[in-house]
């Protein structure tokens, strides 16, 4: 249940109607025209090598693991078979649009939660790691934090430990060091304080805005 949208700024600072913002849309997913734009993975899981079953678009649609609900909602869900003897099938998508900066808006209305899940939402450049990864929503299990967490090449760091030399409300999660090849592809994250920034709380309440 996503909508995200990137946006970047523009000289004259006009963006619907609004005129104090220095921001217009470049790109958005929503509605009915939700899973347009998409590139859907067709493979087992080959990144976390869990037992996912990763299917293309047409299968997703007429498995009932994608739809638009009647609120204009995207859903995307895993297999509920009780029992699978293989991999169980789920949903990864790329979207097909790419950008250099930005800023990126994700309106979620309900979180994947419980044992064995392993929802994120994030952009990557070319070469990984070398263009670099952010994880921007991301929790396994029964998580209620959100986790943010950057993956580099190697001479990327975080300046400090410091929450509050770093300016932010989280806790750091391991080191400082951010290059994937120091860290077991670990990369450097950070934990949200928020109780209900992920998960069946955030879920509780109606869900929120990532940005």
């Keep these: 249940s996503t909508s995200p949208a990137t946006a970047s700024p523009t000289a004259t600072g006009s963006s619907s ?3 104090s913002s220095p921001w217009k849309v470049a790109q958005s997913y929503e509605g009915d025209t939700f899973f347009d734009g998409w590139d859907f993975q067709n493979s087992p899981d080959t990144t976390t090598h869990g037992v996912a079953q990763y299917v293309d678009k047409d299968t997703a649609n007429s498995s009932n693991l ?6 204009g909602n995207a859903i995307m869900r895993a297999e509920t078979t009780g029992t699978v003897s293989t991999y169980r099938k789920s949903i990864r998508i790329t979207s097909q649009y790419s950008y250099t900066g930005g800023l990126v808006v994700l309106d979620a209305v309900h979180m994947p939660t419980g044992c064995g899940t392993w929802p994120a939402f994030w952009s990557n450049g070319p070469g990984w790691p070398a263009g670099g990864e952010i994880d921007m929503v991301e929790g396994v299990n029964d998580y209620t934090n ?3 967490t950057l993956h580099t090449a190697p001479g990327c ?3 400090s430990s410091d ?4 300016g932010i409300s989280g806790s750091l999660i391991g080191g400082t060091d951010c290059a994937a090849a120091d860290t ?3 990369g450097c994250g950070v934990r949200a304080s928020e109780t209900n920034s992920y998960g069946a709380p955030f879920n509780a309440m109606g869900g929120g805005v990532y940005a």
Excluded: C
């Excluded at 994608?66 to 609120?71: G, R, V, W």
């Excluded at 929450?163 to 770093?166: R, T």
């Design 184 to 186: 077991g592809n670990a």
């Design 163 to 166: 929450p509050s030399a770093l």
């Design 17 to 19: 109607g609004s005129s």
């Design 146 to 148: 959100n986790q943010v």
């Design 66 to 71: 994608t739809e638009i609900n009647a609120a």
């Design 157 to 159: 760091s975080m300046p």
